[in-house]
C-alpha cells in the first residue's frame, strides 16, 4: 500500500490509500475532513531542497533557496522551514482533536531588515507549506469540480475572517488546490491568494509534491523542490532538522 505524503504546496503528510471496506467519496463533509486531517499511524520523514521564484506583474523578479523537513509521529508533526539560508521556521501539528493546534516558532531573529519576512515576500506563509489551512473551522461543502482530470470535493473552511475554498482528491484525500479570501467569501470574486501542487515524485514508495505554483494580483510564485528524500522512521537521517542556519 502506498502512502501519500502531500508536501502540498509543498508540505509533507502521511497520506494512503484506502482499503475496500473505506469509500471516502462517499462519507459526509464532515466525515470526509475528519478522515483527511486524522494521522494514519504511520512514522515517516521528508527532507527536501530547491528554490523558489518569483515574478511581479511590473516586470521584477526575485528568487531564493528553500530547505524543508517533516517528522510525522502518531499524534504530531514537526516541520521546518529554511529561506535562502537567512530565516527560519519551526512549525508543529498536533493531532489531539479539540486540542489540535499549529504554532510558528522564528528560529532567530532577522537578520537583515527589522520585520523583514522573506517567505511573505514571495507571497508564502511558514505555515502553508505544513498545510494547516485544512483544520480550519468548517463551514459548507461546495459543488464538485475537476482539477487535473481528477475529481475534487471542494469545502469552504474558516479562521477569523480569512477564508479557504479547499479542493481535494475524492479517491485519495490529498489536497489539490487551495485560494484564500479576505473578509467574506463570494464565488465571484477573485481570491487574493491561490496555490495548488503541481508535480509529484515518488521516493521509497511515498509520493512527495514537488513543485508548487502559487499566484495573486500582479504577482505568481513557482516553487520547484530539485532533490527530494523521504522515508520511515529507522531511516531517518540526524542532520534532518538544522540547529542553526548557514
Not at 95 to 117: L, R
Amino acid at each position: 500500500m502506498k502512502k501519500y505524503l502531500p508536501l502540498l504546496f509543498s508540505a509533507l503528510f502521511a497520506w494512503c490509500t484506502f482499503g475496500a471496506a473505506v469509500d471516502p467519496d462517499k462519507l459526509s463533509s464532515k466525515d470526509f475532513l475528519e478522515l483527511m486531517r486524522r494521522p494514519r499511524g504511520v512514522e515517516t520523514w521528508g527532507q527536501m531542497s530547491g528554490q523558489i521564484d518569483h515574478a511581479r506583474s511590473d516586470g521584477r523578479k526575485s528568487s531564493a533557496s528553500i530547505y524543508l523537513a517533516t517528522m510525522f509521529a502518531v499524534d504530531r508533526m514537526m516541520s521546518q522551514v529554511i529561506v535562502d539560508n537567512r530565516q527560519g521556521y519551526l512549525i508543529g501539528q498536533s493531532f489531539d482533536g479539540a486540542d489540535s493546534g499549529t504554532t510558528v516558532t522564528p528560529m532567530h531573529p532577522v537578520a537583515d531588515k527589522p520585520g523583514e519576512d522573506l517567505l511573505g515576500e514571495f507571497g508564502l506563509r511558514a505555515e502553508d507549506l505544513t498545510m494547516s489551512f485544512i483544520y480550519w473551522d468548517f463551514v459548507k461543502e461546495l459543488p464538485r469540480e475537476t482539477i487535473t482530470f481528477r475529481t475534487c470535493r471542494v469545502f469552504l473552511l474558516r479562521k477569523g475572517d480569512e477564508y479557504v475554498r479547499l479542493f481535494v482528491n475524492a479517491q485519495y484525500l490529498f489536497p489539490m488546490k487551495v485560494s484564500w479570501y479576505k473578509g467574506k467569501f463570494d464565488e465571484k470574486e477573485a481570491p487574493y491568494r491561490t496555490l495548488e501542487a503541481t508535480k509529484f515524485k515518488e521516493v521509497n514508495d511515498l509520493w512527495l509534491v514537488t513543485r508548487l505554483q502559487l499566484e495573486g494580483p500582479g504577482w505568481r510564485t513557482r516553487v520547484d523542490f530539485t532533490d527530494a528524500k523521504a522515508g520511515y522512521r529507522a531511516t531517518m537521517p540526524k542532520d534532518l532538522f538544522r540547529s542553526s542556519l548557514p
